[in-house]
């Protein structure tokens, strides 16, 4: 297995949208391209938020 190269990505919470603040600190390849970073990022912020839906009749 070959050491791959890391960087950290600081993924946070808009606090006058979200009304909470946090911070989630990831790891990814450090030859990501930016729309991998994003995808890793919102993965992360999904997470955060709890969501459903209700059927209209």
Do not use: C, L, R
Not at 18 to 42: F, L, M, N, Q, Y
């Amino acid at each position: 297995m070959k050491n791959e190269s890391k960087i950290k990505i600081d993924v946070w919470s808009e606090p006058d949208i979200a009304g909470v603040v946090w911070h989630d600190i990831i790891e990814i390849p450090a030859d990501s391209t930016d729309e991998e970073i994003e995808s890793a990022a919102k993965e992360v912020a999904h997470q955060h938020f709890e969501w459903g839906y209700d059927i209209v009749k």
